[in-house]
């Protein structure tokens, strides 16, 4: 009997991944890299069961290549400069030139071989969370495999059994590498086409930074105190929209790796949760909602139809984290009187500026500010400034879309008479039922009283 070593060293004619599920290095596929920061055309698969292919919000799903019945795909972890939004880049780790790293797509039953090079300058491993794999392949350095050194190739092969959606990212130095930005997301379709089709199938990974202003490599030792809320590391309003034809069956698709839950509320529709990264929820199981909550280390995939057309806001429904670079130690100044303050404040610092008495929506007010950070909140609507930041787009639902058209239609053209409007009304104060037992103004200066008790004043 042929030793494989043998049987390798002589079938020269066939193709020894083929026969074994070895390969040698002179057989490492390329690995593309994507330099763009706006979401990629889907990929059409050209070999194999046919599938609608999934869209990455501000990414790209990665190529791959035939190598007899294997599925060959090659990652690199590498130092990646990535946009956040216009005005901001971040120093992060990803894979093939961007973080997260591409979304990789299979069908139920294929054999994948994936290929991961380090250019790192620390070791590394890749661990493909929620995917039913040997625990040889599972990736947690040092309990199921040697770390990957810098320059080193490791291979993982392993047959995808159940269709659904996963995530990759390191189990190695894990705190770091996670804070850096490497992760992904894996999508495998069903081998049956007519299980839980849809039309348009979006996915997006959330993570979190501290970048302070005017600086560009994150803090990774920060566990809660984050600045940047991003979905595939950009923010608001650096987030592709999300455009859909009106009555298409949309799946969207969220994994979550950062330190805490984030409650995703898409406006305008009612959805179900039809898939996490345990795999489909049965339909007996779902119910109606509008927003769900995404745990930390876990995938939730909601399908809608979008029958209602307009410009719908969909964002996380925590407010700090549809907010960008703010300072978290802000005193409320509501209801304080801003001319006594400023008074108070100009004697200690001539040149401060009292802001938040009436509240701090500043959507006009351009702060200056250091290079690369982004203001608190952005964005422009056609009717003003949207006040908004981090995790926070809009799914754009239009009539008549082509089906792989993924351009941004622009703003909603509102039929006439559907819009809130303003009415003529006397300033006189209405009626009220009960009568507050102090003005506003007896208020502020209770306030006030308050204020020269503080330190410094
Ligand atoms: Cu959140």
Same mark, same amino acid.
């Given at each position: 009997m042929l030793s494989r070593r043998g049987f390798l060293g002589t079938a020269a004619l066939v193709s020894a991944s083929a026969?074994?599920?070895?390969?040698?290095?002179?057989?490492?596929?390329?690995?593309?890299?994507?330099?763009?920061?706006?979401?990629?055309?889907?990929?059409?698969?050209?070999?194999?069961p046919d599938y609608r292919p999934v869209v990455t919000l501000n990414g790209w799903s990665l190529p791959w290549r035939m190598n007899g019945d294997w599925k060959e795909f090659h990652l690199v972890a590498e130092p990646v400069v990535r946009e956040f939004a216009e005005g901001m880049k971040a120093h992060l780790w990803g894979y093939n030139g961007q973080s997260p790293g591409p979304t990789i797509e299979a069908v139920e039953g294929d054999k994948l071989r994936i290929f991961v090079t380090n250019k790192l300058p620390e070791h590394t491993t890749v661990h493909w969370h929620g995917v039913l794999l040997p625990s040889g392949m599972d990736g947690v350095g040092g309990l199921n495999q040697p770390h990957i050194k810098p320059g080193?190739?490791?291979?993982?092969?392993? @047959?995808?059994?159940?269709?659904?959606?996963?995530?990759?990212?390191?189990?190695?130095?894990?705190?770091?590498?996670?804070?850096?930005?490497?992760?992904?997301?894996?999508?495998?379709?069903?081998?049956?086409?007519?299980?839980?089709?849809?039309d348009r199938d979006f996915v997006f990974i959330m993570s979190t930074y501290l970048i302070d202003p005017g600086t560009y490599l994150p803090k990774v030792n920060e566990m809660t105190d984050f600045n940047m809320w991003t979905w595939?590391?950009?923010?608001?309003?650096?987030?592709?929209?999300?455009?859909?034809?009106?009555?298409?069956?949309?799946?969207?698709?969220?994994?979550?790796?950062?330190?805490?839950?984030?409650?995703?509320?898409?406006?305008?529709?009612?959805?179900?949760?039809?898939?996490?990264?345990?795999?489909?929820?049965?339909?007996?199981?779902?119910?109606?909602?509008?927003?769900?909550?995404?745990?930390?280390?876990?995938?939730?995939?909601?399908?809608?139809?979008?029958?209602?057309p307009g410009d719908w806001a969909f964002h996380c429904h925590k407010s700090h984290h549809t907010m960008n670079a703010m300072g978290h130690d802000m005193r409320n100044m509501i209801g304080v009187s801003k001319k006594d303050l400023a008074k108070a404040v100009g004697r200690l610092a001539p040149d401060a500026m009292v802001m938040g008495s009436t509240g701090m929506a500043m959507g006009e007010m351009e702060m200056p500010a250091p290079d690369n950070t982004l203001p608190m909140m952005t964005g422009t609507g056609?009717?003003?400034?949207?006040?908004?930041?981090?995790?926070?787009?809009?799914?754009?639902?239009? @009539?008549?879309?082509?089906?792989?058209?993924?351009?941004?239609?622009?703003?909603?053209?509102?039929?006439?008479?559907?819009?809130?409007?303003?009415?003529?009304?006397?300033?006189?104060?209405?009626?009220?039922?009960?009568?507050?037992?102090e003005s506003a103004k007896q208020t502020e200066m209770k306030a006030m009283k308050g204020m020269k008790g503080m330190k410094g004043m």
């Open positions: 026969v074994s599920g070895r390969v040698q290095a002179a057989s490492i596929p390329e690995a593309p890299i994507m330099d763009k920061v706006t979401m990629q055309p889907p990929l059409h698969p050209t070999s194999g080193e190739t490791f291979v993982y092969e392993f @047959e995808m059994k159940h269709s659904g959606t996963f995530m990759y990212h390191p189990h190695s130095d894990e705190m770091v590498q996670m804070a850096m930005g490497m992760m992904g997301m894996i999508v495998v379709h069903p081998r049956d086409p007519s299980f839980r089709p849809v595939n590391s950009r923010v608001f309003p650096g987030i592709d929209p999300l455009p859909v034809r009106l009555n298409d069956k949309v799946r969207v698709r969220i994994g979550n790796l950062t330190m805490t839950n984030h409650p995703i509320h898409l406006h305008g529709h009612k959805f179900v949760v039809s898939c996490t990264d345990g795999g489909w929820v049965p339909e007996s199981a779902q119910w109606p909602e509008t927003t769900t909550d995404v745990p930390v280390g876990a995938i939730r995939a909601f399908d809608v139809l979008a029958d209602n056609q009717f003003g400034p949207i006040e908004m930041g981090g995790m926070f787009t809009v799914m754009k639902i239009r @009539e008549g879309l082509a089906r792989d058209d993924y351009k941004d239609p622009g703003p909603y053209d509102y039929p006439k008479g559907t819009v809130a409007y303003k009415v003529d009304a006397p300033p006189a104060e209405a009626p009220r039922q009960n009568k507050p037992k």
